[in-house]
């Protein structure tokens, strides 16, 4: 497989304020633990919320927002909402990113400082 100059061509601004909106969302870790959640099945928000050890109104906003954002999805079922993620991308991202840390965590622990306080 070959690679040309446009498999590295610099995004448009557009598609990296887009990108820096979604990240700036899942900068929540209640939001990330919701995405989390969600890519390993559906849920209605009272499970969510169990799940993530949230209020159920917190619960509710943060899903609100991410489904306005287009992360997370919805359909009703009877008298409940369910939600999931119908984005394999997120999905891919989230699972990679979290699964990436949990490993990091399980080996030599990282130097004092070396995600907190580096000014993200």
Same mark, same amino acid.
């Given at each position: 497989m070959g690679e040309s100059a446009e498999d590295f061509a610099d995004p448009s601004d557009?598609? $990296? /304020?887009?990108?820096?909106?979604?990240f700036g969302l899942l900068a929540s870790p209640a939001r990330l633990h919701l995405v989390w959640a969600l890519s390993q099945g559906e849920s209605d928000v009272t499970r969510l919320a169990d799940r993530v050890g949230g209020a159920l109104p917190a619960v509710s906003q943060h899903l609100?927002?991410?489904? $306005? /954002?287009g992360l997370v999805s919805s359909r009703r079922e009877g008298r409940r909402q369910i939600y999931y993620v119908d984005d394999p991308d997120i999905v891919t991202v989230v699972r990679a990113t979290v699964g990436q840390l949990s490993a990091r965590s399980h080996e030599v622990p990282a130097p004092a400082g070396r995600l907190r306080g580096v000014g993200v």
């Open positions: 557009g598609v $990296l /304020a887009e990108a820096a909106a979604v609100a927002k991410l489904k $306005l /954002a």
